[in-house]
Nanobody, 116 residues
Framework: QVQFVESGGGLVQPGGSLRLSCAAS????????LGWFRQAPGKEREFVAV????????VYADSVKGRFTISRNNAQNTVYLQMNSLKPEDTAVYYC?????????WGQGTQVTVSS
């Protein structure tokens, strides 16, 4: 059974930083792109960033470009999201998944709240 476990969320002031981690278990994701997604209250889940298996290709949503950085450690089956210059509109539950996402892979997510 595949499981993604996200961690690293919390409450941070505008302009602050957080680093999210996502550990995958149940299988390795050799050859798969991994992505971060988020869902704000009352909104649909949206794409944030994706990284290819080889680390050579990344894509970001326009709303986070230049502020967020996605990375992965294939040996540890883990993907990261470094978030800098956080804004209140970044407040959401953050999830990781393969890209394109599989419905049966969604985890519990980690809450990120940006507020003064």
């Amino acid at each position: 059974q595949v499981q993604f476990v996200e961690s690293g969320g919390g409450l941070v002031q505008p302009g602050g930083s957080l680093r999210l981690s996502c550990a995958a278990s149940g299988r390795t994701f050799s050859g798969y792109a991994l992505g971060w997604f988020r869902q704000a209250p009352g909104k649909e889940r949206e794409f944030v960033a994706v990284i290819s298996w080889s680390d050579s290709f990344t894509v970001y949503a326009d709303s986070v470009k230049g502020r967020f950085t996605i990375s992965r450690n294939n040996a540890q089956n883990t993907v990261y999201l470094q978030m800098n210059s956080l804004k209140p509109e970044d407040t959401a539950v953050y999830y990781c998944n393969v890209r394109p996402p599989r419905g049966d892979y969604w985890g519990q997510g980690t809450q990120v709240t940006v507020s003064s």
